[in-house]
């Protein structure tokens, strides 16, 4: 086996191990020139490892045979600290089930993205979330951290990273709550100076709210949750705990899977929101559940929220709707709103198409979601559209809840193609008055 090939080998393996079938292990030759190739390369991304590592049974587990490398994807953490190099910068790591927890290396203080994904829930998931934290506590310059969820000591160690921007936690599916507890005394973390995002996707609200409640991230600019299932109460708690960011958020995502209320009540999710004064992006999701909304609400978030550019509110449909007058009245409380979500009064049209509109410019994409489909006054309402909102092509243009609005779209292409006719008519010239009678022999 010549040099040539065995860095033509490594290369291949990020796509396929196939061309390690039946080869023999490296001899002490061949490995001392694997060494020398090695220390050249800077990015690996290995899917699978399974016929790779035998061919490196000469080199001693614990050593780096890449110092240089930079980048790494690994599907496996066994044998991961052949690749920890001292100077690598990004790293993601897919944990398989089969990989004992003390397998996984300590990575390099230069350290700067990590990437940490468990695959799935089995027994040895509570190790290696342990292991997870105690390894996170050895980056000194993370930027960005995507992984399961931490214990308290790894979430004080990351306070005091003034390097790090950004944080996403995903629980381990089929695993559920993080293995400790969350109602012992929890000393405050010192202040993320410099986290702007945050991202969570949980089973509840309660590790979630139990950070915000400890921590300060005074550079709070986006925050995102999906939650499987929260109560009403639980809700409460992390709508408050989250308020105190309410002048630095500028975008907010809320998705809720089953939402529980002892009273049956509407999800108030946007009476909540009316303080956050700085929003740009907001969407709700709450497909099991009905996030209130009628025309009054509706005006007084527009008027809460006066940068906002991108809303979204989707949820099972089942509860009182806005009317078109109260959408395009709240309008005007929004200029610099471009695409907009939410559920419509079909049926009550409450504008008169012929008035005199006042135009909405800025709106470029209008989601809608009929209130009682079929739609039985698909030309009345392509008119108010057509007039109001003159830079809405198409209704629900970029969702798969197309088809309820076909025919108002069929009237908007009907319209806009009558309109383009009228501007290019060319007009007809006035000769009144260009002659005088005076100069007429």
Partial sequence: MNSRWICCGLNHAQWDDTWAEGIEPLSVDEARQFLHHSARIRSMNIPSTDRLFPLLSVVPVEACVFPRLQSLTLFTITHSGLFMSRILRHCSLFIVNADPPQSLAVPGAALEDLYLSIKAFDQSTEDQLRMLSDRVRFCKQLVTLFCPPLDWAAWKHLSNLPTLVEVEI?????????????????????????????????????????????????SLKMFWIMIDIVSSTEAERLFRALSYYKQTLEQLTFILGEYHDLRNNYLTVITHLLCFTQLRILQLESLDSCIYLDNNLFLKAMSAWPY???????????????????????????????????????????????????????????????????????????????????????VNKDTDDLEPWDEVNLHLISLRAAARRIMEVPSIPDFNGMFTFGNIL
Avoid: M
């Fill in 170 to 218: 995903r629980e381990v599916c089929g695993y559920g709550a993080p293995p400790w507890p969350l109602d012992w005394h929890i000393i405050n973390f010192s202040p993320f100076l410099n986290v702007t995002v945050l991202s969570f996707a949980v089973g509840s609200a309660a590790y979630v709210t139990t950070i915000l409640q400890h921590s300060q991230f005074p």
């Fill in 308 to 394: 906002i550019e991108f809303l979204k509110i989707e949820d099972s449909g089942l509860r009182p709707s806005i009317t078109f007058r109260g959408l395009l009245t709240a309008l005007r409380q929004y200029p610099q709103l471009e695409s907009l979500q939410v559920l419509i009064d079909t049926v009550n049209i409450d504008i008169d198409p012929n008035a005199e509109p006042i135009q909405h410019t800025s709106l470029r994409t209008l989601d809608l979601e009929a209130s009682e489909p079929p739609i039985e006054t698909a030309g009345v309402l392509a008119r108010i559209i057509f007039t109001w909102l003159p830079c809405v092509d198409q």
